[in-house]
């Protein structure tokens, strides 16, 4: 259904690779108005509970298709063409970061560039320890897109993220969870075994409940005062108390019992 990019389900689980291993995954332009497009559709969708990112053949996402670049295959464009269908087609991170939804990205080989950029809009990033995590924009000389600036200061401050994008250094998987730039480091070749794991779980919980507390750290990340946040907590948490998930919860632990979460 797209361009260099698989989608599977598993119940309310959502697994999407990406699939130009030719190119170590390379963003074409298709892969990524396809990424925009089902983005779109999973965080609208109430059946969808929990959204896997990964990469096929041993890979994550090397970034933008630097080759295509050299050879002009973007066509003639006008900058303000070009950066209002790069404007269209980044609407794929806002959309996996702002889900009210869990999300995860799952890191073997290289994640660089924009590839980064949609690993860190995941809101766990699992990555294996002998991946190589790179910005990558000064090598080639472009000043960076898909958020990973954004998404870099607000998980390692601006200082370190100013010092990633303009040095660009090669940081392992495990460096970069020894940092928090990934959540963890896990042995090469099961970033997905573990993304699955953790997806497995987060599909059978309090979905609900789990947008109301990205709410919650999207305000923080906008700036929110202590007030402000403490606003928005009482709402969610009040809000959370009337679902479904909520009461089964408590009567599982009074009957001491594990819950079954609906998602409701």
Not at 205 to 214: A, D, E, I, S, V
């Amino acid at each position: 259904m797209y361009e260099n990019l698989k989608t599977e389900s598993r119940g309310g689980l959502r697994i999407v690779t990406l699939d130009r291993p030719e190119a170590k995954n390379a963003m074409s332009a298709g892969m990524t108005q396809g990424l925009a497009d089902v983005m779109a559709e999973y965080r609208q969708d109430p059946e969808v509970r929990c959204v896997i990112l990964t990469g096929s053949d041993g890979y994550f996402c090397v970034g933008g298709d630097v080759k295509g670049m050299a050879a002009g295959k973007s066509g003639p464009m006008t900058m303000e063409q070009k950066a209002a269908d790069l404007r269209r087609r980044m609407e794929a991170v806002r959309n996996l970061h702002e889900m009210e939804k869990p999300t995860i990205s799952a890191v073997e080989g290289a994640a660089a560039g924009a590839g980064l950029g949609l690993a860190l809009a995941c809101d766990i990033r699992i990555a294996s320890a002998t991946a190589k995590i790179t910005s990558a924009f000064a090598k080639v000389g472009l000043s960076g897109d898909y958020g990973g600036s954004y998404l870099a200061s607000q998980i390692l401050g601006t200082t370190r993220a100013r010092q990633m994008w303009l040095m660009s250094p090669i940081l392992s998987g495990q460096e970069a969870a020894d940092i928090g730039l990934m959540s963890e480091a896990v042995p090469a070749g099961t970033a997905l075994e573990r993304a699955l794991e953790l997806g497995e779980q987060l599909a059978n919980g309090p979905t609900l409940t789990y947008g109301r507390m990205k709410r919650n750290f999207r305000l923080i990340e906008r700036g929110a005062t202590m007030g402000e946040l403490l606003d928005s907590e009482a709402i969610n948490h009040a809000l959370s108390s009337q679902t479904a998930d909520h009461k089964e919860a408590a009567a599982a632990f009074v009957a001491k019992r594990a819950p079954n979460f609906t998602g409701s």
